[in-house]
Antibody, heavy 121, light 111 residues
Framework: EVQLLESGGGLVQPGGSLRLSCAAS????????MTWVRQAPGKGLEWVSAISGGGGTTYAADSVKGRFTISRDNSKNTLYLQMNSLRAEDTAIYYC??????????????WGQGALVTVSS | QSVLTQPPSASGTPGQRVTISCSGS????????VNWYQQLPGTAPTLLMY???QRPSGVPDRFSGSKSGTSASLAISGLQSEDEADYYCAAWDDSPSGHVVFGGGTKLTVL
């Protein structure tokens, strides 16, 4: 059974940093592109970033480029999102999701339960 | 403002058929496939439709999808109370650098 479990969310001050983790199980982690999608309170879904199975290729939304870094440790079956220079508008639930195919097909068959990140002073 | 445009709300009575539209452009829907997600209140999204009109296992055939040009649609027939949820379309966008775009979401109310 595929499971994705996010952790690392919490309250952080504007300008601060936070690292989210997503522990994966139930599939060959290194074979799949993984992605982060966020949802601000009461708002819609926003794609944040994606990384290839081997970790060599990444994409990021313009809204987080230069501030957020996606990475993965295939030996630990874990996906990460390093978030720096956080802003109030980054407040959201952050979901990790497994891509069924590739970067260019946003077909995410499995999602985690989400981690809440609140940026506030 | 989302790159993919969806109506913010839709509604229907049990048993009715409702359609949710998703409008994009040549850099996204016009050049790739569309996927749809259902998000029940307080839960993570789930994949509802992929490759424009393919249902993952477990999704009832009351749900159907289509695409024409730069627009896509999700249809729900035989509407049921448990269909009340938010629905999102998603596609890859080529411009200016590659990224995934979601529609703004449509809140479906079953009256």
């Amino acid at each position: 059974e595929v499971q994705l479990l996010e952790s690392g969310g919490g309250l952080v001050q504007p300008g601060g940093s936070l690292r989210l983790s997503c522990a994966a199980s139930g599939f060959t982690f290194s074979s799949y592109t993984m992605t982060w999608v966020r949802q601000a309170p009461g708002k819609g879904l926003e794609w944040v970033s994606a990384i290839s199975g081997g970790g060599g290729t990444t994409y990021a939304a313009d809204s987080v480029k230069g501030r957020f870094t996606i990475s993965r440790d295939n030996s630990k079956n874990t996906l990460y999102l390093q978030m720096n220079s956080l802003r109030a508008e980054d407040t959201a639930i952050y979901y990790c999701a497994k891509a069924d195919l590739d970067f260019w097909t946003p077909r995410y068959g499995y999602w985690g339960q989400g981690a809440l990140v609140t940026v506030s002073s | 403002q989302s790159v993919l445009t969806q109506p913010p709300s839709a509604s229907g009575t049990p048993g009715q058929r409702v359609t949710i539209s998703c409008s994009g452009s040549s850099s996204n829907i016009g050049s790739t496939t569309v996927n749809w997600y259902q998000q029940l209140p307080g839960t993570a999204p789930t994949l509802l439709m992929y490759n424009n009109n393919q249902r993952p296992s477990g999704v009832p055939d009351r749900f159907s999808g289509s695409k024409s040009g730069t627009s896509a649609s999700l249809a729900i027939s035989g509407l049921q109370s448990e269909d009340e949820a938010d629905y999102y379309c998603a596609a890859w966008d080529d411009s200016p650098s590659g990224h995934v775009v979601f529609g703004g979401g449509t809140k479906l109310t079953v009256l």
